[in-house]
């Protein structure tokens, strides 16, 4: 709650609390991604806008930057699932860039998930805007 302190809203009836999950959502797209081994309730999944990826080994934000970006991606043939992959790690070589961090494929694959206190970072490395929306699944489900 260190990032509460930061915020001073004394005539606000605003109160930060503590965020304990968040979904990425693309303004391209108007739809979350998730991880495979999310339970996606039905009325996301049964969307056929709803693409998603495979086990992302907790790299799903530089597979929606991937795709928003349309990083040589090909959605012929299972293009999306065979190319988003490679596609990640292009965007991952332009996060290490932008940090100043040397690229290797060791780096890549035991990179620590991004942190939503860290958006406003990528939003600066990849000209981009990321919203965090949340959604009561009662209300959608009635």
């Not at 004394?10 to 979904?23: A, R």
């Not at 928003?68 to 070589?93: E, I």
């Amino acid at each position: 709650m260190e990032l509460a302190h930061k915020f001073n809203y004394p005539s606000s009836g605003y109160q930060l609390k503590p965020i304990t999950g968040f979904k990425i959502y693309l303004y391209q797209r108007d739809h979350a991604l998730n991880n495979n081994e999310v339970v996606i309730p039905k009325i996301i999944r049964d969307n056929k806008s709803v693409i998603n990826f495979p086990k992302t080994n907790s790299k799903c934000v530089f597979h929606c930057i991937a795709y928003h970006k349309r990083v040589s991606l090909t959605p012929q043939a299972g293009g999306l699932q065979g190319g988003s992959l490679q596609n990640s790690s292009v965007v991952f070589k332009q996060y290490c860039a932008f940090k100043d961090i040397s690229f290797t494929l060791s780096l890549c694959r035991n990179f620590k998930p991004i942190d939503i206190l860290q958006f406003d970072e990528l939003e600066d490395c990849f000209k981009l805007n990321i919203n965090v929306y949340t959604m009561d699944i009662k209300i959608w489900e009635r």
